[in-house]
């Protein structure tokens, strides 16, 4: 009977771990998708209206999404290790927004005046990494619970961007750009709590009742999120939603190039799976609602963001499966 090398056992071993990657984030990315259905049928059924949406993603912002990032976060047993790793998360997952944003102004830098390109520098970094991202990271690495919190540290990161570039983006007006916005949110303070109770060991002393309630809010929050964007959907013209061509290319950036970009610039560095893992997944993620919520603030471009949201939600269903290929 032949007797197999350490090299081949390897391989396979190796091509096992990639294939339940593939097969772990293709069935997530799915479920999440599924979520969309029962907000596009109460959309055409014409039991919700779109009206609506904004007491729903109030419900989102200041309730659910809060509540699954205190949950990530107490999970942890605290230890300087994890500490600087989060630390080392945010700085790395903002540098390379940095550079994503940076990148794509100076290749459009000639067109700027026009809103579309200056949505592109945002909409192709930017992505939904707390309500899409947390559950497949967990899937992924069940048994490594600070998988979920790089995906809340991502978030953070992605705040800054958001309030600062993203708002001078969507408005064309610098007097728009909050610092304060930039750190004083749902999301700031909320890691920041998190946080705080992980120092303080909050894991062994926090009562089972309070846990608990964190735990269900986190698990309302993703088909939370995705009925929303179904109810959005069912409002949406299909023609429109698919017919638009410069939708593709922002997808493309969003779900490929960017992600793409973010591994190549870690592989120098000796990073851990897990952490090496969160920077592919997170950066792929769909395009993040706070786009379309900035739009939609400042009246302007909320139909190109809402297109940007849904187009890539639905294509991420083949290009995220794929990346995991690279884990």
């Given at each position: 009977?032949p007797v197999?090398?350490?090299g081949?056992?390897?391989?396979?071993?190796?091509?096992?771990?990639?294939?339940?990657?593939?097969q772990?984030?293709?069935?997530?990315?799915?479920?999440s998708?599924?979520y969309?259905?029962?907000?596009?049928?109460?959309?055409?059924?014409k039991?919700?209206?779109?009206?609506?949406?904004?007491?729903?993603?109030?419900?989102?912002?200041?309730?659910?999404?809060?509540?699954?990032?205190?949950?990530?976060?107490?999970?942890?047993?605290?230890?300087?290790?994890?500490t600087?790793?989060?630390a080392?998360?945010?700085?790395?997952?903002?540098?390379?927004?940095?550079?994503?944003?940076?990148a794509?102004?100076l290749?459009?830098r000639?067109?700027?005046?026009?809103?579309?390109?200056r949505?592109?520098?945002?909409?192709?970094?930017l992505?939904?990494?707390?309500?899409?991202?947390?559950?497949?990271?967990?899937?992924?690495?069940?048994?490594?619970?600070?998988?979920?919190?790089?995906s809340?540290?991502?978030?953070?990161?992605?705040?800054?961007?958001a309030?600062t570039?993203?708002?001078?983006?969507?408005?064309?007006?610098?007097?728009?750009?909050s610092l304060?916005a930039?750190?004083?949110?749902?999301?700031?303070?909320?890691?920041?709590?998190?946080?705080l109770?992980?120092?303080?060991?909050?894991?062994?002393?926090?009562?089972?009742?309070?846990?608990?309630?964190f735990?269900t809010?986190?698990?309302?929050?993703?088909?939370?999120?995705?009925?929303?964007l179904?109810?959005?959907?069912?409002t949406?013209?299909?023609?429109?939603?698919?017919?638009?061509?410069?939708?593709?290319?922002?997808?493309?950036?969003?779900?490929?190039?960017f992600?793409?970009?973010?591994?190549?610039?870690?592989?120098?560095?000796?990073?851990?799976?897990?952490?090496?893992a969160?920077?592919?997944?997170?950066?792929?993620?769909?395009?993040?609602s706070i786009?379309?919520?900035?739009?939609?603030?400042?009246?302007?471009?909320?139909e190109?963001?809402?297109?940007?949201?849904?187009?890539?939600?639905l294509?991420?269903?083949?290009?995220?499966?794929?990346?995991?290929l690279?884990?």
């Amino acid at each position: 009977m032949p007797v197999k090398r350490p090299g081949c056992i390897l391989a396979s071993w190796k091509e096992g771990v990639t294939l339940a990657a593939f097969q772990i984030t293709f069935s997530n990315v799915l479920l999440s998708l599924l979520y969309l259905l029962p907000g596009v049928l109460i959309c055409k059924a014409k039991l919700v209206r779109p009206e609506h949406m904004g007491s729903i993603s109030a419900i989102l912002l200041y309730i659910c999404g809060p509540g699954m990032f205190l949950n990530a976060v107490i999970a942890l047993d605290f230890s300087w290790e994890l500490t600087w790793k989060m630390a080392l998360f945010f700085i790395i997952t903002l540098v390379t927004m940095v550079i994503g944003v940076g990148a794509l102004f100076l290749l459009f830098r000639r067109h700027m005046q026009e809103f579309r390109y200056r949505m592109m520098t945002i909409a192709s970094v930017l992505g939904n990494a707390g309500f899409f991202g947390l559950p497949i990271m967990q899937s992924l690495f069940p048994d490594a619970p600070i998988a979920a919190v790089y995906s809340c540290v991502y978030c953070a990161s992605m705040n800054v961007i958001a309030w600062t570039v993203g708002v001078f983006t969507v408005t064309g007006d610098k007097k728009h750009i909050s610092l304060k916005a930039a750190f004083v949110n749902p999301t700031m303070i909320s890691l920041s709590a998190g946080i705080l109770l992980y120092a303080l060991g909050a894991k062994l002393w926090l009562p089972e009742l309070v846990t608990g309630c964190f735990g269900t809010l986190s698990k309302m929050s993703t088909p939370l999120c995705m009925f929303v964007l179904g109810i959005r959907l069912g409002t949406m013209s299909w023609k429109r939603l698919f017919g638009t061509p410069f939708v593709y290319g922002i997808a493309l950036c969003k779900l490929l190039l960017f992600p793409l970009l973010c591994y190549l610039l870690t592989l120098p560095f000796p990073l851990d799976p897990v952490f090496r893992a969160g920077v592919l997944i997170l950066s792929a993620t769909p395009c993040a609602s706070i786009i379309l919520n900035l739009a939609e603030m400042h009246g302007n471009g909320q139909e190109l963001a809402a297109n940007c949201a849904v187009l890539t939600t639905l294509l991420s269903i083949v290009t995220i499966p794929l990346l995991s290929l690279l884990l």
